[in-house]
């Protein structure tokens, strides 16, 4: 602070003594000094606003002067001065914004290197603000669809001098003179004018399809497991849960469904509709005798499916039956309590594939976990779904709220403290992790729209059962970037900086990606941990896979031991 204060009071100094010499050039470059009016009007301004230390309220009360004191008998030439005045004084004015940006940024910087709650979510990229004042079409247009969510978004633009914002409305959707463009959902865009390579838009065609979609995603893992080149030991199985689809809609029933209704009995099933989100459309049954009735019903009454489609509020409860999936019962848990853990992923390239991760942080259940339920109601929810929109209902959530939410940092030391976790077998917990996400986003890649510009930024939803193995619970295309919990302010406005700056410092106009990605020490990457690096062939799934076994046995072979006897 010691050292910014005395950057702060050179500057300040330097634009004094740069001012003096301003007035000295505008007077020369002026009839005024041959004109003892004009000098006389100038030296009566200059005294009235000596009062003033900061040069920009020392010259808008010169200007203010000159205006009011001399309305009806201002001099031309004291005119002539203040004209080049204020030419000059912008030019100073410019300097200072632009130096004054470099101090923001590094003050920034340093708060939050000390505070990580105190981030704005603004950019930590020092710009040259200067060029964009003086040629103002030089900036670049940022198209944002307005929003709850996108908040953050506009707060991040607004600290980028290079760029201007536009509201999404219906008559900017097909508007393609834009730079930049985010929206909620992929539909939003206007992919058939998108030009690659001097547009940019944060969805990928096509990953709502393949990782979204409950129903796509298990195809999207489960064809990437038959695909003969895949080198990967791991399959769908082990990170995602048995799953079964329905074809509702049609009478003749799949080889799939035949298995389900002949040699599947009993255990905890989730009926989840494939294109639900926040918790709705989902419900958890006590055996499959209720799901395999509700699926023949709907299967031997198509006109009573059609009808009851027609009623909105049937839609999530009919279309729950599509997706039919095994449910953890044995999930680790926080003091009693079920949890998961919302992580992020982004996709900053497609060619060359560039994939970051980081974990977010944790949603805990607002009542203790069991299994003891005869009607999976409202209140049982609040045992098994960690939604927000859920646990908003309970009584006491007002008072639980900051509870309910945990950051990462708090997380790990739950563990060491009551768990008695090591550093290594928290991180080899964090690897697991990892490991799922890589296996699903490769399964996906060659599927993904590919032209230069795209990139996505996704949510995704892990949870560990009691023996430490990860399973993807479900992605999201549209993660929601609210501010409403303390935990929020620590993560999302560090997620967004950080990725709008990599975003935007990747995709300029003839960067080379590759080139740029093999090196990528040189970005400010955040907390963004690279999972695959098609540049600099880096595959941190294929390079874990080598020691799992060995350090899984290592770490944890004592502590699933004890486990064992204390279930005995």
Not at 206 to 227: G, H, P, Q, V, W
Not at 310 to 330: G, T
Not at 540 to 549: G, I, N, S, T, Y
């Amino acid at each position: 602070m010691i050292l910014l204060f005395v950057i702060l009071n050179s500057i300040l100094l330097v634009h004094s003594q740069r001012w003096i010499q301003m007035q000295e050039k505008c007077l020369n470059l002026s009839s005024c000094q041959l004109n003892l009016g004009c000098q006389a009007q100038v030296q009566h301004c200059t005294e009235g606003c000596s009062v003033y230390i900061h040069r920009k309220d020392y010259y808008e009360c010169f200007v203010e002067c000159a205006n009011i004191d001399f309305k009806d008998n201002i001099l031309q030439e004291t005119q002539e001065y203040m004209e080049c005045l204020t030419q000059i004084i912008k030019k100073l004015q410019l300097k200072t914004e632009q130096q004054t940006n470099q101090l923001s940024v590094i003050q920034r910087k340093k708060q939050y290197e000390q505070d990580q709650y105190t981030h704005t979510g603004e950019t930590f990229k020092i710009l040259n603000c200067q060029k964009y004042v003086d040629y103002p079409e030089l900036r670049k247009k940022v198209i944002i669809k307005q929003g709850i969510k996108q908040k953050m978004i506009f707060k991040y633009f607004e600290s980028r001098c290079d760029f201007y914002i536009q509201v999404l409305d219906d008559i900017l959707t097909n508007d393609s003179s834009f730079y930049f463009k985010w929206t909620d959902y992929a539909h939003q865009q206007n992919y058939t004018i998108f030009q690659a390579g001097n547009q940019i838009v944060n969805h990928i065609p096509n990953s709502r399809n393949l990782l979204s979609d409950k129903n796509r995603f298990i195809l999207t893992m489960e064809n990437f497991d038959k695909f003969k080149d895949n080198p990967y030991k791991v399959r769908s199985h082990q990170i995602h849960f048995k799953t079964y689809l329905f074809h509702i809609d049609e009478e003749v029933y799949s080889p799939q469904e035949l298995e389900f209704f002949n040699t599947i009995e009993g255990g905890y099933w989730l009926a989840k509709d494939p294109y639900g989100s926040l918790g709705k459309g989902i419900q958890l049954f006590r055996g499959t005798q209720e799901i395999k009735e509700k699926i023949k019903f709907y299967k031997s009454n198509k006109q009573e499916l059609l009808n009851d489609l027609q009623i909105k509020e049937n839609r999530p409860y009919i279309s729950m039956f599509q997706v039919i999936q095994k449910y953890l019962e044995n999930p680790f848990l926080i003091d009693g309590r079920k949890f998961d853990i919302r992580s992020y992923v982004l996709i900053a390239s497609v060619e060359p594939f560039v994939v970051l991760y980081q974990s977010g942080f944790i949603k805990k259940c607002i009542k203790e976990y069991d299994l003891n339920f005869e009607e999976f109601n409202e209140d049982e929810s609040m045992k098994h779904l960690t939604n927000r929109s859920f646990q908003k209902n309970h009584e006491n959530y007002k008072q639980e709220a900051e509870n309910l939410m945990m950051s990462i940092e708090q997380y790990e030391t739950y563990l060491k403290s009551k768990e008695h976790f090591t550093q290594d077998q928290i991180q080899f917990l964090w690897n697991k992790a990892k490991k799922t996400v890589s296996y699903s986003l490769l399964a996906a890649k060659k599927q993904l729209g590919k032209k230069r510009g795209y990139f996505q930024l996704l949510g995704i939803d892990l949870i560990f059962d009691a023996n430490f193995n990860a399973y993807i619970i479900e992605y999201n295309t549209s993660a929601g970037l609210f501010m409403e919990l303390s935990t929020h302010h620590l993560v999302i406005p560090q997620l967004l900086q950080t990725t709008l700056d990599l975003i935007l410092d990747s995709h300029r106009q003839n960067v080379d990606l590759n080139k740029y990605w093999k090196n990528p020490n040189q970005s400010d990457l955040g907390k963004w941990e690279i999972l695959y690096n098609e540049a600099s062939g880096f595959d941190f799934l294929l390079d874990f896979e080598k020691v799992e076994e060995q350090l899984d046995s290592q770490l944890f072979k004592q502590r699933r031991y004890q486990q064992q006897q204390t279930d005995l």
